[in-house]
């Protein structure tokens, strides 16, 4: 008798650092961006969900960011690499980039919808899988797997890249540690610069091309769920490129998103 005992005891302290140990790692990870549970609409409300491991609380990502100038040559935060310093936020209308001009090597020269399964976004990254994600169980957009930092994850249930209308919702993880997709999008000196090209592929080989023009910061707290800031089935065809931003360390959550749009070279 006191034998069993004591291997439930040794088996409940095993238990016990194991789930520990799963919860200090869910620390280490980012959140997903949340959507509305009708997506389909033209006023979604892409909403927070915080870090695993914390209390659920249900905030909006803003529509009509509170924004400050940047310079449009960098179109980055003065934070390098991290997640967990405020960003320099860049007006929602300063653009230098451009969707016109001659097509680039590589580029499809008409638009028409793909399934796209690789992503090259300036000289942040080459080649980055893309997964096609559709809602989770708790009505959010899901996101790629925490494993795969570097991975792009693509809104199935809005418009394909190549759509004549609306906008391709693509998602990338950010660590408030650093090292992963949208740390290096958002990093000051080697991150998305405004006029980059992106090229979206799908697994036929067929690239469309994208202008990255401008950048908007979302506040959540201010998100209005009319907005067409994100999810939009009926604008101007373009890609808006979603990651978190503004860790807030007490709270364990990411006050604001970052949006990089880029319209298509291709009609």
Sequence with gaps: MQRSRLLVAVLALVFALLTLMLWWRSLEQDVAVRAPTAPSTTTPAPAERPSRGTTPTQNSVATSPTTTSASPTTGAPTAKNSGSAPAATPSTGASTGTASGPLPDG????ASPIVP?????????ADSPVLSL?????GSVKTPPFDQP??????????????????????AHTFHKGGALGNALHDSSSGLKLGDLIRVTDASGKTLCYRYTKQAKLWV???????????????RPMLAIVICWDWDAARKF??????YYAEPLAA
């Excluded at 580029?107 to 008409?110: F, G, L, P, Q, V």
């Design 107 to 110: 580029c499809a020269t008409a």
């Design 117 to 125: 399964t690789r992503i090259t976004m300036g000289d942040v990254t």
């Design 134 to 138: 559709g809602m989770a169980d708790d």
């Design 150 to 171: 570097h991975s792009v994850g693509w809104f199935n249930g809005g418009p394909q890249p190549g759509s004549s209308q609306g906008k391709v919702v693509l998602t």
């Design 221 to 235: 707290k201010d998100y209005d769920p009319r907005s067409t800031a994100v999810y939009d089935t009926a604008g």
């Design 254 to 259: 990411w006050d604001s998103r970052v949006v």
